[in-house]
């Protein structure tokens, strides 16, 4: 059977593991599974996953905190949380901060299959849409007549800031001098689109679905950028005034505009 995607089940429950990955992989899918929260984080350090089944409650780090973990890193995987009845707010309080879904334990084995379905089905929209958005940015270059040197990497890689500062969006590194600032895959999708659209008020919601592929209300997409913005906003004050080129536009969205 062809596989359908790469699945990573967390739960510290060994019986409820080897259930959700048999049922995921006579699906097709390709699944691992761990028993806690920093095996996880681990794991996508080591490999690329498309959906995190995460159980909500687990000893030592919550499931919570890997997906706080996971969003601050900016892995792009589709978070299905498992969760008691008892636990159900907080299940609802993580798709306001990016999961995909819930299930509540024991899950049917119909619900499983439809949660990661839904959620490797968003992600795949997602990097769809990121897909069109590097093609934009493309065109753009192109219709400005940019060309790299030999030794350069394409302009959709790389984009000078100011003097002696530019940015390598493939190697996510800010260069400042002999300097280099590294930038997480967030920080990386948040400065290309600023940069793409400078001058111009990206509300926040558009922001959020743009950099994380999903939607928020305004006041959550507000409070979900607001670290992310200081983040990208300390990196960029490596350069000379850098740091004020993120503006806030209260209660709008962030726009990008360098100093002349």
């Known amino acids: 059977m062809d596989t359908r995607g790469n699945v990573l089940v967390v739960d510290d429950e060994r019986t409820t593991r080897a259930t959700l990955a048999d049922i995921l992989r006579l699906e097709g899918y390709t699944v691992a599974s761990v028993a806690d929260g920093p095996a996880a984080l681990e794991q996508l350090r080591r490999q690329e996953y498309d959906v995190m089944l995460l159980d909500l409650k687990m000893p030592g780090m919550s499931g919570l905190e890997v997906l706080e973990r996971v969003r601050e890193a900016g892995w792009d995987v589709e978070v299905v949380l498992l969760t008691a009845h ?3 707010e907080s299940a609802i309080s993580a798709l306001r901060h990016g999961a995909a879904d819930y299930l509540i334990k ?12 839904k959620a490797l089905e968003r992600r795949r929209q997602r990097l769809k849409q990121r897909h069109l ?16 040197t030999p030794g350069e990497h394409p302009p959709d890689d790389r984009i000078t800031l100011a003097a002696g500062a530019w940015v390598d969006f493939k190697r996510r590194q800010l260069h400042v001098e002999n300097e280099e600032v590294p930038l997480s895959p967030t ?10 659209r400078e001058g111009e008020v990206i509300p926040h919601q558009e922001l959020v679905r743009l950099v994380q592929g999903y939607e928020v209300e305004a006041a959550e997409a507000s409070e979900m950028l607001r670290p992310l913005v200081s983040r990208l906003r300390s990196k960029l004050g490596h350069i000379p005034g850098g740091r004020d080129w993120l503006v806030n536009v209260r209660g709008v969205g962030y726009l990008l505009e360098r100093s002349s």
């Open 86 to 88: 008892s636990s159900v």
């Open 106 to 117: 024991p899950a049917h084995p119909d619900e499983i299959r439809a949660a990661v379905g």
């Open 133 to 148: 958005l590097e093609e934009l940015m493309r065109t753009m270059h192109g219709e400005e007549g940019s060309r790299p």
């Open 187 to 196: 920080e990386t999708r948040l400065l290309k689109i600023l940069l793409m």
